[in-house]
Antibody
Framework: QVQLQQWGAGLLKPSETLSLTCAVYGGSLSGYYWSWIRQPPGKGLEWIGEINHSGSTNYKSSLKSRLTLSIDTSKNQFSLKLRSVTAADTAVYYC????????????????????????WGQGTLVTVSS | QSALTQPRSVSGSPGQSVTISCTGTSSDVGGYNSVSWYQHHPGKAPKVMIFDVTKRPSGVPDRFSGSKSGNTASLTISGLQAEDEADYYCCSYAVTYTSWVFGGGTKVTVL
């Protein structure tokens, strides 16, 4: 059973860098893209970005200039750094296993796109306040 | 990429059915069969209930079903139960943009 455990600083001041790490247990980083998703207070879920085991990344366009995702295959972990945070970055941040690398696949006569978030971390509340 | 459009809330009595709509564009919902639905109880991690528009993960009751017509996907909960009260989010992968977009979320209330 795949499990994701995440950690990082929960209280930041404006202009600081948000750093979170997500460790994957019971499975390999290979074969999937690994995403970060956040939920601001009272709002919906927002996808932030994804990374695969080779370090290939895709970022939400509005965050691209401040965001860096990285991966450490030796530790089976991936990380997020968001620079120059403001109050608007206050949210619960989740890591999640996302889409299958290489696109869809078929198994047992059924074909799948491989495009969904099937395992999630527990969430980390990050508050940005002066 | 704009957020997908969902109703803010729906409600029903135990045993009834409710349907949540999720409207996007031909660049996301309408363009691919990569729509998924997530149940989110406050303080917990979201849980996938439907993926690839209609497929249910192992362990998800068959009371949950998904469909799609054009640019609008739908989640139907039949035989509503108290534990179904939660927020539900639709999500679509947009291949063209190599990005994901979520809906704004729908609060399901069991009366």
């Amino acid at each position: 059973q795949v499990q994701l455990q995440q950690w990082g600083a929960g209280l930041l001041k404006p202009s600081e860098t948000l750093s979170l790490t997500c460790a994957v247990y019971g499975g390999s980083l290979s074969g999937y893209y690994w995403s970060w998703i956040r939920q601001p207070p009272g709002k919906g879920l927002e996808w932030i970005g994804e990374i695969n085991h080779s370090g290939s990344t895709n970022y939400k366009s509005s965050l691209k200039s401040r965001l860096t995702l990285s991966i450490d295959t030796s530790k089976n972990q991936f990380s997020l750094k968001l620079r120059s945070v403001t109050a608007a970055d206050t949210a619960v941040y989740y890591c999640a296993r996302g889409r299958v690398e290489g696109g869809g696949y078929c198994f047992g006569g059924v074909c799948y796109s491989g495009n969904n978030f099937d395992y999630w971390g527990q969430g980390t509340l990050v508050t940005v306040s002066s | 990429q704009s957020a997908l459009t969902q109703p803010r809330s729906v409600s029903g009595s135990p045993g009834q059915s409710v349907t949540i709509s999720c409207t996007g564009t031909s660049s996301d919902v309408g363009g691919y069969n990569s729509v998924s639905w997530y149940q989110h109880h406050p303080g917990k991690a979201p849980k996938v209930m439907i993926f690839d528009v209609t497929k249910r993960p192992s362990g998800v009751p068959d009371r949950f079903s998904g469909s799609k017509s054009g640019n609008t996907a739908s989640l139907t909960i039949s035989g509503l139960q108290a534990e179904d009260e939660a927020d539900y989010y639709c999500c679509s992968y947009a291949v063209t943009y190599t990005s994901w977009v979520f809906g704004g979320g729908t609060k399901v209330t069991v009366l």
